[in-house]
């Protein structure tokens, strides 16, 4: 029978450097000032949440607790080490000792002394997520699965398949069935695949992302000697960001507060937006549960944003059932309310939000203060082009533009080539997504087909041109690459036959006269099933090409468009010339802006089954993730709000189809915003 002995922590005699009580208000004071033991801080949006987790260290610290007895895990390492240095400003000196880090890089420090329990040296090397996608290549190159004959996830794909698995502690079949639903009669392949990669990687001494962390885990639960190290030498644990964290960070949460019991969670349950990356929202909201007798503190005084700002994102949030209950309250004085402003369409919702830009920017808030947020980045197409038009500088947070993107750029290749056979740009494109053609192979059939396409449009008489006084070539392009059948390497010869008969549907006079039914007869006729193989964000990028088709439709003929295409890229790249510091306007998913805050933020495109988006209404959790989504997007606005949405938008082969605004809008009272009437200017 063994009996425990505290150790009380020592603190000389001299005073706390430190006036906890004049340097933050109550309720970050009482984070702060926390006794041992599990905690809960609710941390508003703009409520100095960093501010508390820096003073609690320090805190700590200052009561005696030696800083090697202290673990701070955050979410990147940019936080890492701006908290560090933050807390070693506090203190007025370098804390070497201090654990403080992301999860992984805290994993990659603690496998280093530890690696040889598992079966791995502690040399061992780390993929990053080029060289994990070459590995799972090779390994289905080495496998039995006939990538012709079966349509095979591509390596992206089946790393962010696995990746999920392992960060969410479900099986590859569950997984499948989620989110990959048209992958799941593979799951038995795709499971072998697993294993082979798993297998490849302890052959090679190497661990990806998701290793180091499974890993972590292994030592900590199967190794009792290592775990009570552990648990033994982190007294505090401290865990920035909690709402983020998913099922197998909150395990190792677990595994190492499970001595002391003295865990630290500070988050926003109301910013978890990222279920479909593997954060699992239940490990803030069941905290209480799995760490009985914890206490919660709610840190509720926002700085950032006006009462006004403040008293809309309370009414946008409260409707949601599962969350912890909080009211922002403002620390700033009073300004104007948010706007709501309904706009005839998405060409009058570009225009209006350009136009107030510029008003802004005369009165004095400089561009790089505002941003324009949104649900989906193909929702910003047309505000992209009216910027352009008016020469309003802009960049995007994912730092690729709506028409740069890769499968954007795919299927205009297609037209590229439809109307011009000389673009070798777009035939090399093309041939390099068939299997098993690379640089190489498309090299030698280009010079096969330009040849062949030489000798086809001189053979064939011209056509009807879909612009009048013009002429375009018969369908020289499919006979050109039909022409060119024996020479492609086997594995692509039934995507070659696909291609053949795509082109030719594309050459069709009824087709080839719109380029809208172009982008949608490439999709159809296989770039859909590719993006399946190729991006695990399929359907977003589906999404993408559903407006750009949208957009298409107003052009006379593919030429127009694509002249019109190659003016907006062109125009669009001069300010990546420019200096650094020029002022620009960000455009941004509401996803990529958490964490960022704006003088002024206009949310666009509020309309019913964008956003909310029309899956997220299928089940009630995630309904209520894409309000928390609405909630981060209000949050991020300091001064001004503008809420806007089209009466009329343009959907494909439906035309101008009316618009009924976001239910989200209908939650807020009408008395917490003031409508904007537009109207136009007589001439």
């Given at each position: 029978?063994?009996?425990?002995?505290?150790?009380?922590?020592?603190?000389?005699?001299?005073?706390?450097?430190?006036?906890?009580?004049?340097?933050?208000?109550?309720?970050?004071?009482?984070?702060?000032?926390?006794?041992?033991?599990?905690?809960?801080?609710?941390?508003g949006?703009?409520?100095?949440?960093?501010?508390?987790?820096?003073?609690?260290?320090?805190?700590?610290?200052?009561?005696?607790?030696?800083?090697?007895?202290?673990?701070?895990?955050?979410?990147?390492n940019?936080?890492?080490?701006?908290?560090?240095?933050?807390?070693?400003?506090?203190?007025?000196?370098?804390?070497?000792?201090?654990?403080?880090?992301?999860?992984?890089?805290?994993?990659?420090?603690?496998?280093?002394?530890?690696?040889?329990?598992?079966?791995?040296?502690?040399?061992?090397?780390?993929?990053?997520?080029?060289?994990?996608?070459?590995?799972?290549?090779?390994?289905?190159?080495?496998?039995?699965?006939?990538?012709?004959?079966?349509?095979f996830?591509k390596?992206?794909?089946?790393?962010?398949?696995f990746?999920?698995?392992?960060?969410?502690?479900?099986?590859?079949?569950?997984?499948?069935?989620?989110?990959?639903?048209?992958?799941?009669?593979?799951?038995?392949?795709?499971?072998?695949?697993?294993?082979?990669?798993?297998?490849?990687?302890?052959?090679?001494?190497?661990?990806?992302?998701?290793?180091?962390?499974e890993?972590?885990?292994?030592?900590?639960?199967?190794?009792?000697?290592?775990r009570?190290?552990?648990?033994?030498?982190?007294q505090?644990v401290?865990?920035?960001?909690?709402?983020?964290?998913?099922?197998?960070?909150?395990?190792?949460i677990?595994?190492l507060?499970?001595r002391?019991?003295n865990?630290?969670?500070?988050?926003?349950?109301?910013?978890?937006?990222y279920?479909?990356?593997?954060a699992?929202?239940?490990?803030?909201?069941?905290?209480?549960?799995?760490?009985?007798?914890?206490?919660?503190?709610?840190?509720?005084?926002?700085?950032?944003?006006?009462?006004?700002?403040?008293?809309?994102a309370?009414?946008a949030?409260?409707?949601?059932?599962?969350?912890?209950?909080?009211?922002?309250?403002?620390?700033?004085?009073?300004?104007?309310r948010?706007?709501?402003?309904?706009?005839?369409?998405?060409?009058?919702?570009?225009?209006?939000?350009?136009?107030?830009?510029?008003?802004?920017?005369?009165?004095?808030?400089?561009?790089?203060?505002?941003a324009v947020?949104?649900?989906?980045?193909?929702?910003?197409?047309?505000?992209?082009?009216?910027?352009?038009?008016?020469?309003?500088?802009f960049?995007?947070?994912?730092?690729?533009?709506?028409?740069?993107?890769a499968?954007?750029?795919?299927?205009?290749?297609?037209?590229?080539?439809?109307?011009?056979?000389?673009?070798?740009?777009?035939?090399?494109?093309?041939?390099?997504?068939?299997?098993?053609?690379?640089?190489?192979?498309?090299?030698?059939?280009?010079?096969?087909?330009?040849?062949?396409?030489?000798?086809?449009?001189?053979?064939?008489?011209?056509?009807?041109?879909?612009?009048?006084?013009?002429a375009?070539?018969?369908?020289?392009?499919?006979?050109?690459?039909?022409a060119?059948?024996a020479?492609?390497?086997?594995?692509?010869?039934v995507?070659?036959?696909?291609?053949?008969?795509?082109?030719?549907?594309?050459?069709?006079?009824?087709?080839?006269?719109?380029?809208?039914?172009m982008?949608?007869?490439?999709?159809?006729?296989?770039?859909?099933?590719?993006?399946q193989?190729e991006?695990?964000?399929?359907r977003?990028r589906?999404?993408?090409?559903?407006?750009?088709a949208?957009?298409?439709?107003?052009?006379?003929?593919?030429?127009?468009?694509?002249?019109?295409?190659?003016?907006?890229?062109?125009?669009?790249?001069?300010?990546?010339?420019?200096?650094?510091d020029?002022?620009?306007i960000?455009?941004s998913?509401?996803?990529?802006?958490?964490?960022?805050?704006?003088?002024?933020?206009?949310?666009?495109?509020?309309?019913?089954?964008?956003?909310?988006?029309?899956?997220?209404?299928?089940?009630?959790?995630?309904?209520?993730?894409?309000?928390?989504?609405?909630?981060?997007?209000?949050?991020?606005?300091?001064?001004?709000?503008?809420?806007?949405?089209?009466?009329?938008?343009?959907?494909?082969?439906?035309g101008?189809?009316?618009?009924?605004?976001?239910?989200?809008?209908?939650?807020?009272?009408?008395?917490?915003?003031?409508?904007?009437?537009?109207?136009?200017?007589?001439?």
């Amino acid at each position: 029978m063994s009996r425990e002995y505290v150790l009380q922590p020592f603190a000389g005699a001299e005073t706390l450097r430190i006036d906890y009580a004049a340097e933050l208000n109550p309720q970050q004071h009482a984070a702060v000032t926390a006794p041992p033991g599990p905690a809960l801080v609710i941390a508003g949006a703009g409520s100095g949440k960093t501010r508390t987790l820096i003073y609690r260290v320090g805190y700590l610290l200052e009561q005696g607790v030696p800083p090697e007895r202290i673990l701070l895990l955050t979410f990147t390492n940019k936080a890492a080490k701006e908290m560090m240095r933050r807390v070693g400003e506090l203190l007025g000196r370098e804390l070497p000792e201090l654990w403080g880090g992301t999860f992984h890089s805290l994993a990659n420090r603690v496998l280093r002394t530890n690696a040889d329990r598992l079966g791995y040296r502690r040399d061992f090397t780390i993929l990053d997520r080029d060289d994990a996608e070459e590995l799972l290549d090779a390994c289905v190159g080495e496998s039995a699965i006939d990538v012709k004959a079966t349509r095979f996830p591509k390596a992206g794909v089946l790393a962010d398949i696995f990746s999920l698995a392992v960060n969410t502690g479900k099986a590859v079949a569950e997984i499948l069935e989620t989110h990959y639903d048209y992958f799941t009669l593979l799951g038995p392949q795709i499971e072998a695949m697993r294993e082979r990669y798993q297998a490849r990687k302890k052959a090679a001494n190497a661990m990806d992302f998701d290793d180091l962390l499974e890993l972590w885990r292994s030592l900590l639960r199967d190794h009792p000697d290592v775990r009570e190290h552990y648990q033994r030498r982190f007294q505090f644990v401290l865990v920035d960001e909690y709402q983020d964290t998913n099922h197998l960070q909150g395990e190792l949460i677990d595994l190492l507060a499970a001595r002391h019991r003295n865990v630290m969670a500070v988050g926003d349950d109301a910013q978890s937006i990222y279920s479909w990356r593997g954060a699992d929202f239940r490990n803030i909201l069941q905290f209480p549960t799995r760490y009985p007798g914890a206490v919660t503190y709610r840190i509720e005084t926002n700085y950032r944003s006006t009462p006004e700002i403040l008293a809309v994102a309370n009414a946008a949030i409260a409707p949601n059932l599962h969350q912890f209950e909080k009211q922002l309250v403002a620390a700033r004085e009073s300004g104007m309310r948010p706007a709501l402003v309904a706009c005839a369409g998405t060409s009058e919702q570009a225009a209006f939000i350009c136009q107030r830009i510029l008003e802004l920017r005369e009165e004095g808030t400089e561009l790089q203060e505002m941003a324009v947020l949104y649900r989906s980045h193909f929702h910003a197409l047309e505000l992209q082009l009216e910027l352009t038009r008016r020469n309003i500088p802009f960049s995007i947070t994912s730092g690729i533009r709506f028409f740069e993107q890769a499968h954007i750029k795919d299927v205009t290749a297609y037209l590229k080539l439809a109307v011009n056979p000389a673009d070798e740009l777009a035939f090399k494109r093309i041939a390099k997504m068939l299997p098993g053609v690379g640089g190489k192979a498309a090299e030698k059939l280009w010079d096969k087909f330009r040849l062949a396409a030489v000798g086809a449009a001189a053979a064939l008489p011209l056509a009807e041109s879909p612009e009048p006084g013009g002429a375009v070539p018969s369908p020289a392009v499919a006979l050109a690459l039909q022409a060119c059948a024996a020479a492609v390497p086997k594995k692509a010869a039934v995507a070659w036959a696909q291609l053949v008969a795509t082109m030719a549907q594309l050459e069709e006079p009824g087709t080839r006269s719109s380029p809208d039914r172009m982008i949608r007869l490439v999709v159809e006729a296989g770039y859909e099933d590719y993006l399946q193989e190729e991006f695990p964000n399929y359907r977003n990028r589906l999404d993408d090409l559903e407006q750009m088709a949208v957009f298409a439709r107003s052009f006379p003929s593919p030429e127009a468009f694509l002249s019109e295409l190659a003016l907006m890229t062109n125009l669009e790249a001069e300010p990546r010339g420019a200096v650094q510091d020029e002022e620009m306007i960000r455009l941004s998913s509401i996803h990529q802006a958490k964490g960022l805050e704006f003088e002024v933020v206009f949310l666009i495109m509020l309309c019913e089954g964008l956003f909310p988006s029309k899956r997220s209404r299928e089940q009630l959790e995630t309904e209520e993730e894409e309000r928390r989504l609405f909630y981060v997007a209000i949050t991020r606005a300091r001064n001004e709000l503008y809420l806007s949405y089209p009466l009329m938008r343009f959907a494909g082969e439906s035309g101008w189809t009316p618009q009924q605004p976001s239910s989200f809008l209908a939650e807020i009272p009408t008395e917490l915003v003031e409508e904007w009437d537009l109207t136009h200017l007589r001439s």
